[in-house]
Structures are given as C-alpha cells and as structure tokens.
Nanobody, 125 residues
Framework: QVRLAESGGGLVQAGDSLRLSCAVS????????MGWFRQSSGKEREFIVG????????SYAESVKGRFTISRSGAKNTVYLQMNSLKPEDTAVYYCAAGPVFGGTPSSIKDFTSWGQGTQVTVSS
C-alpha cells in the first residue's frame, strides 16, 4: 500500500494562492488514480478533484472548478494541488488520496484506498 504525505498548507488571505504537495512512497503514481479531498470542522470529507492513473482525465467539484488544478510529477512521484483565488470557505484540512492500482476514474470517496494525514489550509477574509 502506498504512503502519502501532504505538505504546503498554511494561513493565507482571501484571493491568495497556495500549492499543496503530496509525496508518494511505496509505489509509482503512474499506476494509481489520485485525488484531493478536504474536510472542514463539523462537515463530511468532500471530494475536490480526481485524476486517472494515466493522467489523461481529471474531474473537479463544482466548488473549485476553474480555481484549483491537479497535476503530477513522475520524476518526483508527487501530486500537486494548485489553489488560486482562495476563499474563506476553502478553509479545511486537505487530504491526498490514492485509489487501487489501475483503478477507474475517481470521483468519490469510495474510489480511494490510501490516505495521507492531511494539511491545514486557513483562508482569512
């Protein structure tokens, strides 16, 4: 099972940008569908974006479409989440997740089997 480690969270102001990283060990990202979720206080974990193991397709939640972008670096075995035009409602713990080897297009929590420990993102108004 792969191990995931998020980093890059922090405190920013509304309108700022932030890039989260998810370092993957124990397997290459080229065979795992990957995704990002977030969970704010008192709410369920929310799917943000998923990308297929081939990297050829990604799907975004409506709440972040046009502002957030997922990308991958095979050389660094790392997945990124670029977040632009941040809003206070984006405040949450952000989690990286991996699906099963050569899994299908990820679009919900049930499509993922491995999780990172999360990184806090706080957006002030």
């Amino acid at each position: 099972q792969v191990r995931l480690a998020e980093s890059g969270g922090g405190l920013v102001q509304a309108g700022d940008s932030l890039r989260l990283s998810c370092a993957v060990s124990g397997g290459t990202i080229s065979i795992y569908p990957m995704g990002w979720f977030r969970q704010s206080s008192g709410k369920e974990r929310e799917f943000i974006v998923g990308i297929t193991w081939s990297g050829g397709r990604s799907s975004y939640a409506e709440s972040v479409k046009g502002r957030f972008t997922i990308s991958r670096s095979g050389a660094k075995n790392t997945v990124y989440l670029q977040m632009n035009s941040l809003k206070p409602e984006d405040t949450a713990v952000y989690y990286c997740a991996a699906g099963p080897v050569f899994g299908g297009t990820p679009s919900s929590i049930k499509d993922f089997t491995s999780w990172g420990q999360g990184t806090q993102v706080t957006v002030s108004s």
